[in-house]
């Protein structure tokens, strides 16, 4: 009975030399057809980097003369001492403070200064006064002083100006031991509170707050869009005090969020020059679960734009009662946010911040070289990951 009788294809038989030739097809087109095929070879994959990431320092940590008084400590800041601290640590990029009413030719000497140096000018920190000054005349004349301060710090390249408006001075009111025998800088909301003092700029409620923002905003951001300056509010220190705190109702005062009252605060000028010196710690002290809730708020503002410097402070607890520790042992770890400004294509500085104290380091140089390391470290991490 032949084959074909019983059933069997009228292919031949496959001999060993065709079955080779078949499974090798069959193989190279798995290989063609489908990426995960045994025989494909593993893509090479490449870091997502952001080039543009940098630490920088700041009028937190000048290295200088020991005995000058911190405000002589500022105009010390472009010494060879402090430029060679700096860049030991891996820091070129700056953010001075200054106050008042700014000298040019002061300015243009820092940037020399700098320049030789090989270190960039990145920011300057402005002082608080127009907040203080009441409207009229005094409020005019402190509008004008900033507008022609923008237009200095133009002169000499200067792109960023940093402000933090503290009708109410930063408060802390306690100190918690820390690791090393450090101390935490600490703050837990009084009991009391209704009780303390009004402070010395008087009542102000919350409506007339943010009229005076409204009106800085307004007339400043337009000023700083023709000179290429961009204004970069650090969130009030720390956020959510109840309204009434010291006879202030702050601009992020309870019940508005810290998030929210950012979000206000950018609406009323939609600038790509009104935006943010986004302080995390301070971020953190008007949160509740900081962990989570954190990130959200880097990501939304780094996708827009809005942030022009990022102090780097990290903190244990929360609203109403938290410490500033070490940048590596507080409630986030940092690498997350780096990772969301090297998406966002972030290219400003990352600046520690506060830092805790010790008595054989009274001035930070010791906690202030920690945390540089640390922000190098994570950047570089962060820019060498293979992103699946």
């Known amino acids: 009975m032949s084959r074909k009788q019983i059933g069997h294809s009228e292919s031949p038989m496959i001999n060993r030399r065709n079955f080779q030739k078949v499974i090798g097809t069959s193989l190279l087109g798995a290989t063609l057809t489908n990426p995960v095929s045994a025989l494909t070879k593993p893509k090479k994959l490449k870091p997502k980097s952001n080039p543009l990431l940098h630490v920088g320092g700041d009028y937190h940590v000048v290295m200088s003369d020991d005995s000058l008084s911190y405000a002589m400590r500022q105009k010390a800041w472009t010494n060879p001492r402090n430029f060679q601290y700096h860049e030991r640590h891996g820091v070129r990029h700056l953010t001075n403070s200054m106050e008042g009413a700014w000298n040019l030719d002061e300015m243009k000497q820092w940037k020399d200064d700098c320049d030789r140096a090989g270190m960039t000018w990145e920011a300057i920190r402005m002082d608080s006064g ?231 380091d009274p001035r930070g140089y010791q906690a202030f070289a920690q945390a540089f390391g640390y922000i190098r470290g994570m950047i570089d991490s962060a820019n060498k990951e293979i992103i699946q």
């Open 130 to 360: 127009y907040i203080y000054a009441i409207p009229g005349a005094d409020q005019v004349r402190k509008l004008q002083e900033v507008i022609e301060n923008v237009k200095k710090a133009s002169a000499v390249g200067v792109k960023v100006i940093t402000m933090h408006w503290t009708l109410i001075p930063i408060r802390r009111n306690g100190h918690t031991p820390g690791r090393g025998g450090s101390s935490y800088h600490s703050f837990k909301l009084e009991p009391n509170w209704q009780d303390l003092p009004v402070e010395k700029y008087g009542k102000i409620n919350y409506d007339q707050y943010w009229e005076r923002i409204r009106y800085f905003l307004t007339n400043i951001i337009p000023v700083c869009a023709q000179y290429d300056v961009r204004m970069a509010v650090h969130p009030y220190d720390p956020p959510g005090l109840p309204r009434g705190y010291q006879g202030v109702d702050n601009w992020d005062a309870a019940p508005a969020t810290v998030f929210d009252s950012l979000k206000k605060y950018e609406a009323i000028v939609d600038s790509p020059y009104n935006g943010f010196q986004l302080c995390l710690g301070t971020i953190m002290e008007g949160l509740r679960d900081p962990k989570t809730e954190l990130p959200p708020i880097v990501k939304y503002f780094a996708e827009k734009g809005k942030i022009y410097q990022i102090h780097m402070r990290n903190v244990r607890g929360g609203l109403h009662d938290f410490q500033e520790v070490y940048i590596d042992e507080g409630e986030v770890d940092f690498i997350d946010v780096i990772r969301i400004l090297r998406d966002s294509g972030y290219a400003w500085s990352i600046c520690p911040d506060h830092v805790p104290t010790h008595p054989d």
